[in-house]
């Protein structure tokens, strides 16, 4: 993992870096079409009454400096299936080295440094799961704002993914993500399924999973 970033420009990265995409859980894993990819998907739980003050300022130029610094390919508000006042955003990477320079540069960001200050007081709790996988990021970012609900499921890492980019039956429901647990429960995997509704999610239980939270994309949000 050889990554050399200029700050907060993502495409500018050597050819060394765009090499060093991670192969972490076993190798032939197939996730989807494509080269597999470091995604990071972090919770946050928001004291109730500050959820609605966190989108606002999420949503606004003040969050600019960390977009500009890496893609985030989803933010989602969790609707039900675990714990509520709480958003899911998906982070790309290309190795571990991308994660740590990113992280670098937005730590000598004053902008970047005063939302953090602001959204301190508001937060219960923050998780974090890095995984390698694929998300059909072409076909999520190209639906338009606020036509699709999103079901992000749990499984036994001896489940087998659906196969990426499939329909999962007549309601619309796709399967847009498959990701494998690299640095976290090394025994869970994850797979994201899109629909135009939550009831076009249902044909993606398949009573495997061990967990599900059904997703709204924020109106800020690349994948809708």
Known sequence: ????????VVGNRSAASLAAKACFSSAGQTYGPGSPKLYELRTY????????????LTGSDAFKPRTEASKCNGFFVLEMGDTLNAVCHFWEYDSFDHRTDVRASLASDTGFGQYIQTIRPWLVSQHSVMTE???DSDFCEAA??????YL???HDASVAFPAGGSDLGSTGCKNVGNFQTVV???NERFSLARAPSFEGLTPAFTNKEIGSTMLIPSGFSLSQ
């Open 1 to 8: 993992m050889l990554a050399t970033l200029s700050k907060r």
């Open 45 to 56: 739980q928001l004291k109730p009454e500050h959820l609605m003050d966190y989108l606002v």
């Open 133 to 135: 996988g694929w998300l």
């Open 144 to 149: 338009e704002v606020g036509s699709g609900r």
């Open 152 to 154: 992000l499921q749990k």
């Open 184 to 186: 976290g429960n090394a």
